[in-house]
């Protein structure tokens, strides 16, 4: 079975854990799947918060509504990729640029179920570069910073976030201490977000395996 496939298998697998209301939405090519899957369900749900324009458009394309956060209460549930993930569910997020929205929908929701393909699933975190999204005028502030921590990282050319914002991408970082890593990066002046999500970990990661879905908790 190809990568796709597999993202599309965990995707759809997700849909045992929607039990109605509002559902929070991620972002990417593994989210696509459970949009279209969650479209076959859509009349057993209230509608969905989305993390990112791209994620809004498909949604409505199949008619699910799209609410805005601040409008509802705690979610009951978020669904999302990842980059990355270790076996405690500490991720790395961010390759599609949407880590802000999502780590704020992430955090509004009581269950986050992280779908991924099982090539996902890492011993340590960061050989996937780590995204951190920065205000423009703190790029190279940021990046001198970053180099200091031990971290190669490189300005995403010609992408902005949804949120109006640019991406350094960092290499050679050997995650072995997440939340304090991601406490560290947070704390850097003109840091918005950056992609180690392990202060709220998944609580669910669902891979698409060739011998199925396979569930971790
Ligand atoms: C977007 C993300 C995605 O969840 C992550 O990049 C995984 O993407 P894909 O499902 O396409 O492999 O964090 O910001």
Avoid at 4 to 25: N, P
Avoid at 54 to 62: D, I, Q, V, Y
Avoid at 202 to 212: F, N
Wanted: hydrophobic share 45%; charged share 20%; net charge negative.
């Amino acid at each position: 079975m190809s990568q796709d496939i597999l993202k599309k298998q965990a995707a759809e697998a997700a849909l045992d854990y929607v039990t109605g209301g509002i559902v929070g939405v991620g972002t990417g090519s593994t989210v696509n799947h459970f949009i279209d899957a969650l479209a076959g369900i859509k009349g057993r749900i209230e509608g969905a918060v989305s993390s990112s324009e791209a994620s809004t458009e498909r949604l409505k394309s199949h008619g699910i509504p799209v609410l805005d956060l601040n409008a509802v209460g705690e979610l009951s549930i978020y669904v999302d990729g990842a980059d990355e993930s270790n076996a405690q569910l500490q991720l790395i997020k961010g390759g599609g640029g949407a880590l802000t929205r999502e780590k704020i929908v992430a955090a509004a929701s009581k269950i986050f179920v992280c779908i991924a393909d099982e090539s996902k699933l890492v011993k340590v975190l960061g050989k996937f570069p780590l995204p951190v999204e920065v205000i423009p005028m703190a790029r190279s502030y940021v990046a001198r910073e970053l180099v200091q921590l031990g971290g190669t990282p490189a300005w995403r050319e010609g992408f902005v976030t949804d949120n109006g914002n640019l991406i350094l991408d960092v290499q050679g970082l050997a995650i072995t201490e997440p939340a304090a890593l991601e406490q560290k990066i947070n704390n850097i002046a003109g840091v918005v977000t950056v992609g180690i999500f392990a202060l709220r970990p998944a609580d669910v990661l669902i891979l698409g395996s060739q011998e199925g879905p396979k569930n971790l908790k």
